[in-house]
């Protein structure tokens, strides 16, 4: 073996270590995780730290509105964005960009709802490595009113996508296209003058992800009172 080989394997081989050594470190500084997300095809981010300052507010709970939008009548719906090594933290369950309707006179359905019945769970389903995300949501709407119960009529086998906002402005957003929200509608008149009466809407959708935040809000109170454009 000549002089000019033996000196481009013994570069070879430094070169070689040297890869594997800084490997090593960006291995250890994921908690030895690398080769598990390299595997899965999850771009690694920096995290910050998980911390809960001292005094923060935390009340539950959900305005008393919420938004239906039908799968049918839309054309581009707020997505969750591709994560890359460039992606901030939000990008993993924040939806960019608004719903688009396929006619102009298209536009998401207000719905009220009783104070403190509205609520919204997730929780994990699946076998191990194929595990996701089920997204539960109810809303009370009360009384006999016709309109609602034309309103339970027309959600039956509607699917679509849900927004409702939490008391301190989030909101968020059920359904992803291929991924809509199924809606049930259930109804109590009550036995007794002091009952409860009315409509009880549930909703229930599948994600990878345990909820998503509208990055660009929607004005819900400008559904319910549209101004007219002056002459």
């Not at 608004?98 to 389903?125: L, V, W």
């Not at 490595?129 to 039956?156: H, I, L, M, T, W």
């Not at 008149?189 to 998503?212: H, N, Q």
Request: a negative charge; charged letters at 20%.
């Amino acid at each position: 073996m000549d002089k000019e080989m033996k000196e481009y394997m013994i570069k070879s081989f430094f070169v070689v270590i040297a890869v594997f050594a800084v490997i090593a470190l960006i291995d250890l500084s994921l908690g030895g995780n690398m080769a598990y997300m390299m595997a899965a095809g999850v771009v690694p981010i920096g995290f910050a730290p998980l911390t809960w300052p001292a005094g923060s507010e935390n009340g539950g709970g959900f305005k008393g509105k919420w938004l239906y939008i039908p799968e049918a009548l839309v054309k581009k719906v707020p997505m969750l964005p591709e994560v890359t090594a460039e992606s901030e933290i939000a990008d993993y369950v924040t939806a960019k960009g608004a719903f688009e309707f396929k006619d102009a006179a298209g536009k998401p359905k207000y719905c009220y709802a009783t104070d403190k019945t509205i609520g919204y769970t997730f929780e994990s389903q699946g076998e191990i490595d194929g595990k996701s995300y089920k997204q539960s949501c109810e809303a009370f709407f009360p009384g006999n009113k016709v309109e609602a119960a034309a309103f339970a009529r027309y959600v039956n086998n509607n699917p679509g996508y849900l927004v409702f906002e939490s008391k301190d402005g989030q909101q968020i957003l059920m359904g992803q296209p291929g991924l809509p929200v199924h809606i049930t509608v259930s109804g109590d008149y009550g036995k007794a003058l002091a009952d409860r009466r009315g409509f009880t809407f549930k909703g229930e959708a599948e994600s990878f992800v345990p909820m998503i935040v509208l990055g660009t809000p929607i004005d819900m109170d400008a559904i319910l009172n549209p101004t007219t454009p002056s002459a």
